[in-house]
């Protein structure tokens, strides 16, 4: 009598087993190998950013402020345009920057359309937050103190008719990238960051006694913890400095750190660009200590990157 050849359920159960155990050892590789690409295009991005902020500073000699505001006297103001708008034309974004008007604010009907304009080079891969965001989202988890008001500015603007904002939403094209405001908080003296950008000042290179290779310029931010734009500030949203620009307050990526602190999806760190337009991996192990001292651009203290 002859017998049938095949699998037993036992031997079928066995191989299936098997191939789940592969399966669930080859997946975290699979992972990283994707996260590795990601973070490579991330650091392309900085490097563009790099890139674009030095041909500015060849062609007028200073980088672009952190914002801008129509009264000098009032640096948390209109127009509100950041540094990333400002150097659109040195990102090939020509056409983008050709449809916005400086002169008037942001939130001004006629940049409607423009403001929710996608740009690649803004955009962390490994970010999964969405591309078009609402800047007037109401931030809580990461702020600092009891009262959940660590970079916000109390009422509404009036505009030139005298009739206060009373917006709910302003939806605009998120960014990962933020300019290196410094050390200091940025309600404290938006003018006044011991960074690089901040209201209405252009730093030249020759302001960074610290050197432009031992100083932060840009440094990622992640969506999930507050919503951050290219576009730049606008005062009647709920932490309008913080949308443009970052401090070092905290090492990236610190389960303390609030939400305008440097941080990434990256594991172990946060991609940078220094003043001489390079990108960095900054581990999220260095000292804070250190950290501090190389986003400030002339604190006089003695600190270099290690990637």
């Not at 939400?259 to 999220?284: I, K, M, Q, T």
């Amino acid at each position: 009598m002859s017998r049938k050849k095949g699998f037993t359920l036992v031997e079928l159960l066995v191989v299936i087993a098997i191939i789940g155990i592969l399966i669930g050892m080859l997946l975290p590789a699979v992972q990283m190998v994707r996260e590795a690409a990601r973070r490579t295009a991330c650091m392309n991005n900085m490097r563009q950013i790099g890139l674009g902020l030095m041909n500015y500073e060849s062609s007028l000699e200073e980088f672009p402020p952190g914002w801008i505001s129509d009264d000098i006297d009032v640096p948390i103001g209109e127009s509100g345009w950041g540094w990333s708008a400002s150097i659109l034309p040195f990102m090939e974004a020509q056409n983008l920057r050709d449809r916005l008007d400086f002169n008037v604010p942001i939130d001004d009907p006629t940049h409607e359309e423009w403001i929710k304009t996608e740009l690649p080079f803004y955009l962390c891969p490994s970010d999964p937050a969405p591309e078009i965001v609402n800047l007037n989202d109401h931030i809580e988890e990461h702020s600092h103190g009891g009262d959940g008001d660590h970079d916000h500015y109390s009422g509404f603007m009036p505009d030139d008719t005298g009739e206060p904002h009373n917006h709910d939403k302003l939806w605009v094209s998120r960014s990962n990238y933020s300019g290196v405001f410094g050390t200091t908080e940025i309600h404290d003296g938006p003018s006044n960051g011991n960074g690089s950008f901040f209201a209405n000042r252009a730093i030249q290179l020759r302001d960074y006694t610290d050197g432009l290779s031992n100083t932060m310029i840009i440094g990622e931010r992640r969506g999930d913890r507050g919503s951050v734009s290219w576009v730049g500030l606008v005062p009647w949203v709920e932490h309008p400095g913080a949308r443009i620009v970052g401090i070092a307050d905290h090492a990236p990526n610190d389960e303390h750190g609030h939400w305008e602190d440097f941080s990434s999806y990256h594991p172990a760190g946060v991609n940078v660009v220094l003043g001489d337009g390079s990108g960095h991996f900054v581990r999220e192990s260095i000292d804070e200590a250190v950290f501090q001292a190389l986003a400030t651009r002339a604190g006089s203290e003695i600190a270099s990157i290690e990637d």
